[in-house]
């Protein structure tokens, strides 16, 4: 693996949420990790979708953060996969992706995404949203 594309050590608080994000433009990808590992979660970063297979079942998170427009493998080859795996399949997706058309977020939510984000991200809407998916999983185990 390339610097570029390795996983990157998680960045966690205590007993945090694991988020793993998968952003190849590196300003959203930093700009992210650092704003989620503020608010308290654990993040690790991938940068392509070969990378986010194998960071996957390592770092076993609770919430995926995915965008569709990556160098090797797009979000949606991605979601399909997560889907067709029993482990993965019951982890939430929530797309933030730069693509804004309703047949964009049509795909990702019917292969399985929960939320669908467009960038430019309104940080607020998109705690937002992880809270509410977290909540969810804690609520589907009660």
């Known amino acids: 693996m ?23 433009n590196s300003t959203n990808r930093l700009l992210l990790l650092d704003y989620l590992t503020h608010i308290g979660y654990c993040v690790s970063s991938v940068v392509c979708g070969r990378d986010f297979l194998t960071a996957l079942p390592q770092f076993k998170p609770h919430l995926v953060l995915l965008d569709i427009k990556l160098p090797d493998i797009d979000g949606y080859s991605l979601l399909q996969q997560m889907r067709q795996n029993e ?17 964009d977020q049509q795909r990702a939510l019917g292969l399985g995404a929960r939320r669908y984000l467009v960038k430019p991200i309104d940080l607020n809407a998109l705690h937002h949203a992880i809270v509410e998916e977290l909540r969810q999983i804690q609520s589907d185990r009660s």
Not at 3 to 23: D, G, K, M, S
Not at 89 to 102: H, L, Q, T, W
């Open 2 to 24: 390339s610097t570029q594309t390795q996983l990157t050590e998680p960045h966690c608080p205590v007993h945090p949420a694991r988020i793993l994000l998968v952003e190849d």
């Open 87 to 103: 482990t993965w399949s019951k982890i939430p997706v929530v797309v933030v992706s730069a693509c804004a058309f309703k047949s």
